[in-house]
């Protein structure tokens, strides 16, 4: 598409304005929403939803701390290596104290 045509376009798409929604209809909307009460499956899908999405943000918050404590170990080593590094060096202090 040509730079002009797509400028053009653009400044067509952003002279649109949203039509005002009609505060009857809104009125209409407010009133079924009050007349209709919870239904027990309705309140089992809230539920659920919201289970979910507090399990998905937990599932997401373990692979990131996961991730960020594989990521402290050095290049091609194990927890186990960097215990035996936090070690050695405690001892070689100890040594040099000494």
């Known amino acids: 598409m ?3 045509k797509l400028a053009n376009l653009e400044s067509q ?4 304005r949203p039509a005002a929604v009609p505060q009857p209809l809104c009125d209409h909307i407010a009133q079924q929403l009050r007349d ?3 239904t027990m499956g309705d ?3 809230v539920l659920f939803s919201s289970v979910g999405s507090i399990a ?3 599932i997401v918050a373990m ?3 996961q991730w960020s ?3 402290a170990i050095p290049h091609g080593g194990t927890a186990d290596d960097l215990d035996r590094m936090r070690m050695t060096a ?4 100890l040594l040099a104290t000494r």
């Open 56 to 58: 998905a943000c937990f």
């Open 90 to 93: 405690e001892y070689r202090e």
């Open 2 to 4: 040509d730079d002009r």
């Open 36 to 38: 209709e009460p919870l």
């Open 63 to 65: 692979v990131i701390w």
């Open 13 to 16: 798409l952003g002279r649109l």
């Open 43 to 45: 309140r089992v899908l």
């Open 69 to 71: 404590a594989q990521s």
